[in-house]
């Protein structure tokens, strides 16, 4: 692997942003970020750009065709390689609501696919597993299949963990189910972070789960209670409990930005996910896809469930990347580029514990991370030092 100096307009490190100056690479590895080139060393010049950490999303189902309910490991690569392109360098393939059986099948497909995706294969690195459901609530069920809702099991739970090889990070569910509180106090003691989503838990039930040890808000706003004066709901639990982190999709579809302002003046950046929510159909061109064994339409940078007549129905997830969303958070005048950025690395990576490998540029680390223009257009992405390449335009 290569060694040199990446010299830029600007770095976001761990410590702050470094203007000028040049990031050391070394055999694939960050080294250090100095004022002044060393003697000898290759200089790659990116003057006019900015290098940030490779993107971290930690709530994603598929890319590129391929989604982690297909149970196929070589889609699963094929999602990860582009990704990788779209500036995600690390990633959490997330599971639908499906069958017991099914989601264990998943687990293990993601299992065998990380083995081809680690570092040096030019590929995005899988990080755990996100189980989203299927312990969630009819009322809220969303673009979630309902035929496959059921309460939260322990055992279940293990077995699943068992195929995944111990891979799995997260896991979502609805706290007003019965044995939820059980389930979340079972997986934070073995390190696993539960969220509370599709649900319609009082603000009672929500802050009885987060006492347990739920930690993270699923894609807030959407698919639960709303906040209301009378009856705060899991907004209101997500907006006023400081140290847990509130996952938002930041395509300005989804949430209205206003929204997205009222959560980052309650959580702040620091504890505020940006995060994809991204189907199976993203980073591809519009048309008709399956997602999550359903018929979806994806248009307008949305993806929509397809109806019969083959109409839009209701929306079923976004197709949006990690930069862009980056880029919208800056461009709606919501935060710095500096938090923006953070908010997709740093971040994400701390909210699913999984901060110690991925999510900031510190010396030792995988040489992954991306360059910005100073508008925040991806322009190409690294893996190990190296470049995968820049996003494909449609």
Excluded at 78 to 94: Q, R, Y
Excluded at 287 to 306: E, F, K, Q
């Amino acid at each position: 692997m290569a060694s040199y100096l990446i010299k830029a307009d600007k770095f976001f490190l761990p410590g702050g942003v470094a203007l000028g100056g040049y990031l050391k690479v070394i055999d694939g590895k960050f080294g250090m970020w100095t004022p002044a080139a060393s003697e000898g060393v290759e200089i790659r010049d990116f003057t006019g750009r900015w290098i940030a950490p490779g993107m971290v999303d930690t709530h994603i189902h598929g890319f590129f065709g391929h989604a982690t309910i297909d149970v196929d490991a070589e889609g699963m690569v094929e999602a990860s390689e582009n990704l990788a392109k779209f500036g995600t360098t690390s990633w959490l393939p997330t599971t639908f609501t499906d069958g017991v059986e099914h989601i264990g099948e998943c687990c293990a497909a993601i299992a065998e696919a990380a083995k081809s995706c680690q570092p040096g294969s030019g590929r995005a690195h899988m990080q755990g597993i996100y189980l989203e459901g299927p312990f969630f609530t009819m009322k809220h069920v969303g673009a979630q299949n309902p035929a496959f809702l059921v309460d939260p099991s322990y055992e279940v739970f293990a077995a699943w963990q068992e195929r995944a090889g111990g891979m799995i990070r997260k896991s979502a569910l609805a706290p007003e189910r019965d044995g939820s509180v059980d389930y979340i106090a079972a997986l934070d003691a073995e390190g696993v972070v539960t969220c509370i989503g599709h649900t319609d838990a009082t603000y009672d039930e929500a802050l009885a789960a987060v006492n347990a040890g739920a930690t993270c808000f699923v894609h807030t706003y959407n698919g639960q209670r709303g906040l209301h004066h009378r009856d705060p709901g899991v907004v209101g639990c997500a907006m006023s409990t400081p140290e847990t982190y509130a996952e938002i999709i930041c395509d300005g579809k989804h949430v209205r930005t206003a929204a997205i302002e009222s959560l980052l003046r309650a959580k702040g950046w620091q504890h505020t996910v940006l995060i994809t929510d991204c189907l199976g159909c993203g980073g591809l061109p519009e048309g008709n896809y399956m997602s999550g064994g359903m018929p979806v339409v994806l248009a307008d940078g949305l993806c929509y469930l397809r109806n019969e007549d083959g109409t839009r129905g209701n929306i079923a997830g976004s197709v949006l990347t990690l930069a862009k969303g980056v880029k919208n958070i800056v461009d709606w005048g919501l935060a710095s580029a500096d938090e923006a950025i953070r908010m997709a690395t740093e971040v994400p990576a701390r909210s699913a514990r999984i901060d110690d490998v991925c999510g900031s540029i510190k010396p030792g680390r995988d040489a992954d991370f991306v360059v910005f223009d100073h508008e925040l257009n991806l322009r190409e992405t690294f893996l190990a030092g190296e470049s995968v390449g820049a996003p494909i335009e449609y």
